[in-house]
């Protein structure tokens, strides 16, 4: 991309501009807000009212339902978030402002109402569509076309938009379960708080990125930003647009996490332990288990990427969308533990938690392999005039997946469990399979834009060999 292209020197920390530790902790905490959040939420609303810690008692379908129509707006709202961003704003300002609402958002959430309950979902709707595209667009901003640390810098990215997961599953999830709902609501929004505090305070590390293109003094942005799209850029989105089809499939069966398999956690596993733990006794909260999957990313993150890399650097296949299609067979083959689950609930009336961990485990490669990698290949694809908008479309996708999850959910009282996670992988690896006939061809569209990647990581493993070049 353009933008990138002329970016002068940065200040670097660990290989990589220390623009990305900003805005990788503004994320960890944005994060931190919303999956603590996600973690009570279903949870929240089937609690029965008249227990020790009541909630709104509605049913299981009724919940799902609302799960999925709150998570698809929230990342569909992603869309308005980046045409703000590209029209009149720019990247920089709107995840400010995005900031802005989600604290106010998650506070208001805290209040004991129902008006405060949709009125707080409505803002961290139109928070995160505001801060969450604009935000991964900058990462890739702060890195030249071509240059091969643009991957590894996304995934040390989604590692922070992971290590927030994962505390805030224990943690949120912890004091809304044991000490109150609103309890937990109001501790996610003061992660936000935080997170808004130090990306305010490490603006002189942002300067070159997230600028609003209808100010710039650079004439190649100027020029790029009002000519009509070329043959190449016209055959590039037509990519994207087929990749995003395998993010909601992937979307739309990775997030059960938050649905069907957190209320199968909570009703029908058995998480009694030999021994108790501090606060909470011997049984495990159900909203530990969606930590699993942040746990899992943070200690494999580097893992996975340098297994993609090593393969480049041999010539093997390592292009984006090969590793995007074996991230959707990957993570579909982990709902195959969900069904050994269902099947010894129903030979035992109860299943062991070893499938659940099991199935998360496979559900974090698959989205090591799909969704980081995702997000760096539309920076390297989208053009620079859309380039928020087209990661909005790759979020709103998201949200898409996410409504397709909660309809499934819904279909499990009808269906049963183990119909739905075994469809769901079939499903999944099918579809991978198809779209890995056409891979050759879609790539041909991409017109180059990762055939240089590999002549980059080898001199970057020269140069590491041999210290005193340069």
């Given amino acids: 991309m353009a933008q990138s292209a002329q970016l002068p020197k940065q200040k670097e920390l660990f290989g990589h501009p220390v ?13 931190f807000s919303y999956y603590g959040m996600r973690a009570i939420l279903v949870l929240y609303l089937v609690a029965e ?13 009724e919940a799902l339902s609302l799960y999925g129509t709150y998570t698809m707006l929230v990342y569909v709202s992603s869309i308005p978030g980046g045409w703000i961003a590209d029209k009149y704003l720019g990247q920089k300002k709107s995840v400010l402002y995005g900031g802005i609402l989600l ?12 008006w405060a309950f949709y009125t707080g979902l409505g803002l961290i709707i139109a928070g995160v569509g505001m801060l969450k595209p604009n935000i991964s667009t900058m990462v890739g901003g702060l890195y ?29 999830g912890t004091v809304g379960e044991v000490y109150g709902w609103h309890y937990g609501f109001g501790l996610a929004g003061i992660g936000m708080a935080l997170g808004l505090l130090q990306y305010m305070l490490g603006q002189k590390y942002l300067k070159r990125v997230g600028n609003f293109l209808g100010s710039s003094t650079d004439p190649e942005e100027l020029a790029a930003s009002k000519r009509p799209l070329s043959k190449i850029e016209k055959d590039r989105v037509i990519v994207l647009l087929v990749s995003f089809l395998m993010v909601i499939v992937f979307w739309g069966a990775f997030e059960q996490a938050g649905g069907l398999m957190n209320i199968y956690a909570s009703e029908k596993t058995d998480r009694t332990l030999s021994f108790a733990l501090p606060f909470i006794g011997n049984e495990v909260p159900a909203s530990w288990f969606q930590s699993l999957n942040a746990m899992f990313i943070i200690l494999l993150g580097t893992t996975v990427a340098g297994f993609w890399a090593k393969r480049k650097l041999k010539g093997k296949t390592a292009t984006s969308l090969f590793k995007m299609i074996m ?25 062991a938690m070893y499938w ?24 390297k694809l989208a053009p620079l005039k859309y380039a ?23 279909s499990a009282s009808e269906l049963g469990e183990y119909t739905i996670f075994t469809g769901i992988a079939v499903f999944c690896i099918a579809f991978a399979l198809l779209v890995l006939l056409f891979r050759k061809k879609l790539e041909k569209l991409t017109h180059g834009a990762e055939d240089n990647e590999r002549e980059m990581l080898e001199q970057e493993e020269y140069e590491l060999a041999d210290p005193d070049i340069n």
């Fill in 19 to 31: 623009g990305l530790y900003i805005l990788f902790f503004t994320e960890m905490w944005e994060r």
């Fill in 103 to 114: 604290v106010a958002g998650h506070g208001i959430l805290a209040v004991e109402q129902m």
């Fill in 327 to 351: 991230g959707l067979i990957i993570m579909g083959s982990g709902f195959f533990f969900m069904t050994a689950a269902s099947a010894q609930f129903q030979a035992d009336g109860a299943s």
């Fill in 144 to 172: 030249k076309q071509g240059d091969i640390r643009r991957d590894k810098g996304f995934t040390i990215f989604y590692i922070g938009i992971n290590l927030g997961a994962f505390i805030s599953s224990l943690v949120v």
């Fill in 356 to 379: 659940l961990v099991l199935a998360y485990l496979f559900h974090t490669v698959g989205e090591l392999c799909l969704s980081p990698v995702a997000l760096s290949y539309i920076t």
């Fill in 49 to 61: 009212t008249a227990s020790g810690n009541p909630g709104l008692g509605w049913t299981n379908a």
């Fill in 388 to 410: 928020s908008i087209m990661m909005g479309v790759y979020f709103a996708m998201t949200g898409f997946g996410n409504k397709v999850a909660g309809l499934l959910g819904e």
